[in-house]
């Protein structure tokens, strides 16, 4: 064979198959120029596909063009040993008729073609077999030791242009693939709501990643569990409808995973856990796993495809479920912001009405001649948006606060709210009466219950019916009251004293103290159980000292109304009045305010209020026949809390520790002296 020959050639085999990926297209030229130095009738090229499949990729005779396997893939196992595809070269075939066996079908399918003799060439990508070039004849003994030598060379160069028309038919079907789902995709587009669109989003993906099932998970990473967002498909169960809490183990593995295959469920979830259980429960095999990660990063949840058949997903079907979880986390986070959007819109919508309603309350408070409800500071407003949250329904309230914060006013705010607004508002205070006193007035009593009881009388709560029950200082209500006001907020009924016949109360309790109501459960001097009936809904007001803001348009409010009250308004107040009004710490809060300014309005005759119609410290006038009290330490100038304290415990002093006599020394309520004990943590 004449070598110039060969290495033409080969040269045009080179040139011929690198002009275009499309073997098929050129491989006629390919056998034209391998004619001019081996005889043959047919000659083809096989790929290797899964490493136990053999697939004629270019033939000189036509090919069906739309597939992959034009009627010649088969197993290896269909050739017989003698001419089966191997990485090495075979021996040459001289009598195809003597040599091959029919009872494979590889081996009578090519005699039947006419092959008598014929010749294979291996190529190899890398160390990695991946096909050959086979040459065939009609006629026996074709082929000689020269033309296998050629055959070499022509398979390497052959080799070669297979292995790049393979990664470049990958590249093309994974385009293709790819533009099928953003085709598909299109169906999220329909709906914020992925759950709306997740069947159809389903059958539209089935033709490009085929699956049974298909599931989008939520991850809450404050408990660490898994919850149902989204399913599509058919299973052997319902999917879970409560979340899961994941293990150690899982929730480890899930902050790192990118992607998870299992090629065969069963036999690689071997530990009983919920998720684990729940997975081969599915009743299916093959699982593809890939996290669906928020704008920013978030893992949100994650997606997973199953099949019922094993090994069915491969690294190529990673990069389309990442694909397609990009997309739902896009629509998800639109989802997220759309879900925030109507979140923070109804906030705001509920502000603005709780602000109509909190207006309306206060104008109407103030058209039935009480005290107008005055405030700007963030403190007041906070209690107001209380008292707007919960004056429309029938709940149970607790305002707190020290002693002249403006409870009452703010429990006439909540009646006046309130479904009940039409009925009575009644007030009584629980520490202006004795005991058997206040059970009576409270609860009524029949005609000879006690001495002086000449005639049947109604108690409040009989009076509020339908209406607001007003409890003021309920922390200085004695165990025995404190026990049938409890029956009243459990059972809504009660007795009059001295009756037998059981009542009902149509009431709607709210209950004031300035009192510490936890230190008074653990004295035992208040019942746990009625202050938990109490406490449903909690108001604290601020003292006016943690509300500076509110100092200043209070007095003015007192000094317009008291002004027109009193028939001698002041012409306002001083620079230096407003200055000490701003740096007293007001002990008494609104009410001693309120009395600063009444004072003031007498002294002035009608001017301006300065610093001199102030008072300069809170003094307790002495009661008729007692000496004056005088500080019993010596004090800072300006030091107002230090004297108050002083003069509480001079009382105290000369009372002999009597809290009843102290109390009138100082001329102060028993109540308010418990509250200034409390203060200044005086024992």
């Not at 040459?92 to 006419?114: K, P, Q």
């Not at 058919?234 to 990118?258: M, Q």
């Not at 219950?449 to 009388?457: D, Q, R, S």
């Amino acid at each position: 064979m004449d070598p110039q020959i060969v290495a033409r050639v080969l040269s045009e085999v080179a040139e011929t198959a690198s002009e275009t990926l499309e073997l098929q297209s050129v491989f006629e030229r390919v056998a034209t120029s391998v004619r001019q130095v081996i005889p043959f009738d047919h000659m083809g090229v096989i790929r290797v596909v899964g490493g136990d499949r053999a697939v004629l990729h270019a033939a000189t005779f036509p090919m069906d063009k739309d597939s992959e396997c034009p009627g010649t893939a088969c197993l290896f196992e269909d050739f017989s040993p003698r001419i089966r595809p191997h990485p090495g070269p075979l021996p040459r075939v001289n009598d195809a008729e003597a040599e091959f066996d029919t009872s494979f079908c590889m081996d009578r399918m090519i005699l039947e073609g006419g092959t008598r003799s014929s010749m294979w060439q291996p190529f190899f990508s890398g160390d990695v077999f991946t096909g050959g070039v086979w040459i065939d004849s009609f006629q026996k003994h074709a082929f000689r030791d020269e033309h296998q030598e050629v055959l070499r060379p022509i398979a390497a160069l052959l080799g070669s242009a297979v292995e790049h028309w393979r990664i470049w038919d990958e590249e093309r079907r994974r385009r293709e693939r790819l533009d099928r789902l953003e085709t598909a995709l299109g169906s999220l587009a329909e709906s914020l709501d992925v759950r709306d669109v997740f069947e159809r989003l389903s059958r539209a993906v089935h033709t490009i990643l085929p699956h049974d099932l298909v599931f989008l998970g939520g991850f809450d990473e404050n408990t660490r569990s898994v919850y149902t967002m989204a399913v599509a498909g058919e299973a052997d169960i319902e999917p879970p409808s409560k979340p899961f809490v994941l293990t150690e183990e899982e929730y480890a593995r899930r902050k790192l995973f990118e992607f998870e295959i299992l090629q065969d469920i069963p036999a690689q979830l071997a530990s009983n856990t919920e998720r684990n259980l729940i997975l081969i429960a599915t009743g299916m095999r093959s699982w593809l796993k890939v996290p669906v990660k928020l704008i920013g990063g978030e893992v949100q949840g994650s997606i997973g495809f199953f099949h019922r058949e094993p090994s069915r997903y491969a690294m190529e079907d990673v990069e389309v479920a990442r694909r397609l979880a990009d997309r739902l986390a896009l629509v998800l986070s639109h989802q997220r912001l759309a879900e925030e959007a109507r979140v923070a819109a109804e906030a705001l919508e509920r502000a603005q009405r709780l602000q109509v309603t909190i207006e309306a309350l206060t104008r109407e408070l103030e058209s039935r001649g009480r005290t107008k409800v005055v405030g700007q500071s963030l403190p007041w407003k906070e209690v107001l948006r209380h008292v707007g949250r919960v004056a429309s329904s029938d709940t149970t309230v607790l305002i707190t606060g020290e002693s002249g914060t403006g409870k009452e006013v703010v429990s006439r705010l909540i009646h006046q709210g309130s479904p009940r607004a039409e009925k009575p508002f009644v007030a009584i205070n629980c520490a202006a009466l004795p005991e058997h006193l206040l059970e009576s007035e409270l609860f009524g009593h029949e005609k000879g219950a006690f001495t002086g009881a000449v005639a049947t009388k109604t108690g409040r709560i009989e009076q509020a019916a339908g209406g607001t029950l007003f409890l003021d200082e309920i922390a200085e209500m004695s165990p025995l009251v404190q026990a049938k006001l409890l029956r009243v907020l459990q059972e809504r009924e009660f007795q009059r004293v001295g009756g037998t016949r059981t009542l009902k109360a149509d009431v709607r309790v709210v209950a004031a103290t300035n009192r510490n109501l936890a230190a008074a459960i653990a004295r035992g001097d208040f019942r746990e159980d009625l202050y938990y009936r109490l406490n449903v809904f909690e108001i604290r007001i601020p003292a006016l000292r943690e509300r500076p803001e509110d100092i200043l348009p209070l007095a003015e409010s007192f000094l317009e109304e008291l002004g027109a009250a009193m028939g001698r308004p002041a012409a306002g107040i001083s620079r230096d009045g407003r200055e000490w009004l701003l740096e007293y710490p007001w002990p008494g809060n609104v009410r001693e305010l309120r009395n600063a300014i009444e004072r003031a309005i007498l002294l002035c005759d009608g001017g301006l209020i300065t610093r001199a119609h102030l008072p300069m410290v809170k003094t307790a006038a002495p009661a008729r026949g007692s000496a004056a009290l005088e500080p019993a330490t010596p004090l800072i100038p300006g030091d107002l809390e230090a004297m108050d304290r002083s003069y509480i415990e001079k009382a105290l002093n000369q009372a002999r520790g009597n809290k009843s006599k102290a109390a009138r020394l100082l001329g102060l309520s028993r109540a308010q002296l418990y509250t200034r004990l409390e203060k200044y943590n005086i024992r």
